[in-house]
């Protein structure tokens, strides 16, 4: 079963960029991952699908200010030119033999 | 567009079953290539998936819930629901539903219902 690792929180400032980290177990480096958003009080939103070749796949609707890219074990979320709006909770999710899992999630706050 | 919509009492007292209902619009459950799961999220903390059916019908479920899990559907209402036994306050939570990929090996999440707050409370 895959483990999905996130930093708990990251900061930057209105109109800089961000990177948030998704990292995958050892033995599941090669998995793909989603990313989605959570805003404060609504419910998640899908943004991409990652693959480790870095290959993405955003969904309907989602900023050409998001962007996935991968390294090794290692999965990012890049969001540019942060908004206020973009003040949310980011889960990354993937799954194994027919069972998914989550990252505990990552608090972005836009300063 | 596809919507999905959670249904079902937002209080269950403990020991009893927990009963929710996904209406799916825009979309048919019995198509290909899709699952459709149920997620939820304690208040303050993270997302937990609980279980999920394929749409040929057959189902799975997360191995920390499985004994107390049992996931359904509806085709004729195109709905699908999740029920969870004995439950405890830690199983208050908001319940999701979502629609998960099934395509060469893709299995995310890409569409989300508006999720429903239920309290475990006698």
């Known amino acids: 079963q895959p483990v999905l690792t996130q930093s708990s929180s990251a900061s930057a400032s209105l109109g800089s960029s961000v990177k948030l980290t998704c990292t995958l177990s050892?033995?599941?480096?090669?998995?793909?991952i989603a990313w989605h958003q959570q805003q404060p009080g609504k419910a998640p939103r899908y943004l991409m699908k990652l693959e480790g070749s870095g290959s993405h796949n955003k969904g309907s609707g989602v900023p050409d200010r998001f962007s996935g890219s991968s390294s090794g074990a290692d999965r990012y979320l890049t969001i540019s030119n942060l908004q206020s709006e973009d003040e949310a909770d980011y889960y990354c999710e993937t799954w194994d033999s027919n069972t998914w899992v989550f990252g505990g999630g990552t608090k972005l706050t836009v300063l | 567009q596809l919507q999905l919509q959670e249904s079902g009492p937002g209080l269950v007292k403990p020991s009893e079953t927990l009963s929710l209902t996904c209406t799916v619009s825009?979309?048919?459950?019995?198509?290909?290539?899709?699952?459709w799961g149920w997620i939820r999220q304690p208040p303050g903390k993270g997302l937990e998936w609980i279980a999920s059916i394929y749409y040929s019908g057959s189902t799975y479920y997360n191995p920390s819930l499985k004994s107390r899990v049992t996931v359904s559907a509806d085709t004729s209402k195109n709905q699908f629901s999740l029920k969870l036994s004995s439950v405890t306050a830690a199983d208050a939570a908001v319940y999701y539903c979502a629609r998960q990929i099934a395509v060469s090996g893709i299995r995310n999440i890409d569409y989300w219902g508006q999720g429903t707050l239920v309290t475990v409370s006698s």
């Open positions: 050892s033995g599941h480096r090669t998995y793909i």
């Open positions: 825009g979309g048919s459950i019995s198509s290909s290539p899709y699952y």
